[in-house]
């Protein structure tokens, strides 16, 4: 990384990474354990699949997504003879805080070749920026493991710290805020999901979307390694087809593949070339 940033006025100033699936917790596995846990308490259970459809919101609205599918809002009526409150909203959120508080620090490994991209970055006085649909108390538990891990961003932006959530592109916005950069800064935003690729195209950044180590593979890095060649294959292939339509301007594998990103960024930007609005 840092051999291949050598220029010392790059117009990168930030990259802004998301968290689960990006950064650390390879496969974004930890809130959809939380939450599949919290709907079967609550006797509706719901498939990995359907919880990962709405993943990067902002977890209230993840949970009224769900709630608001319509198989999982008959399995909801048909236990409970009611559709589901917003005090049911509410209850299923806390219980939902609790449960990812406790798996947390155990989901807070970088992921590999994160911590080599961020020193080079920084050596390319590239500022590194961190959101995440999580919580303020759920993001103090995560980045609190995390930098036992190695790993400390320079700003840590929650959903709690901003008026509206993903697709809006508010946490981008007050990451650039937090980093002392104006709105127009040129920064890249790097995330695992559709939602959270709008959240920074809507904020003029460049995105970058993780297909293997995030949501659209959602494996753990062990299931991940146990596959075949062919098996990665397929899962890859399918999980790029679905971000390239997320309109990112790159998808790669991992955080691990960033630093051909930001030269290419770095040389369409020097031949004249601006993000697509």
């Given at each position: 990384m840092k051999e291949q940033l050598k220029a010392s006025r790059l117009a990168t100033k930030a990259v802004i990474f998301d968290w689960a699936g990006t950064a650390v917790d390879f496969g974004s596995i930890a809130p959809v354990q939380a939450m599949a846990e919290v709907f079967k308490s609550a006797q509706v259970p719901v498939s990995v699949a359907e919880i990962r459809r709405p993943m990067g919101m902002e977890k209230r609205r993840h949970i009224q997504e769900l709630l608001g599918d319509e198989q999982i809002a008959a399995r909801w009526h048909a236990l409970h003879g009611s559709s589901p409150t917003q005090a049911d909203v509410n209850r299923l959120y806390d219980a939902f805080n609790e449960q990812l508080i406790e798996i947390l620090p155990r989901r807070a490994d970088p992921i590999p070749g994160l911590l080599e991209v961020v020193a080079g970055l920084r050596a390319a006085n590239i500022k590194i920026g961190s959101n995440s649909g999580y919580s303020a108390r759920m993001m103090d538990v995560l980045s609190r493991a995390a930098r036992?891990?190695?790993?400390?961003?320079?700003?840590?932006?929650?959903?709690?710290?901003?008026?509206?959530?993903?697709?809006?592109?508010?946490?981008?916005?007050k990451c650039l805020e937090q980093l002392g950069l104006s709105g127009d800064a040129v920064a890249i935003k790097v995330d695992d999901t559709s939602v959270g690729i709008e959240e920074g195209g809507n904020a003029g950044l460049?995105?970058?979307?993780?297909a293997v180590s995030g949501n659209e593979v959602g494996l753990s890095l062990e299931e991940w390694l146990a596959l075949t060649a062919e098996q990665q294959a397929q899962l890859r292939n399918h999980a790029y087809e679905r971000l390239n339509k997320s309109l990112a301007d790159y998808?790669?594998?991992?955080?691990?593949?960033?630093?051909?990103?930001?030269?290419?960024?770095?040389?369409?930007?020097a031949a004249g070339e601006r993000r697509r609005a």
């Open positions: 036992e891990r190695g790993y400390e961003p320079d700003c840590v932006v929650s959903s709690s710290d901003v008026q509206t959530g993903r697709p809006a592109p508010d946490l981008s916005l460049w995105t970058v979307a993780v998808v790669i594998d991992t955080v691990a593949d960033l630093a051909t990103v930001v030269c290419d960024i770095e040389m369409r930007i």
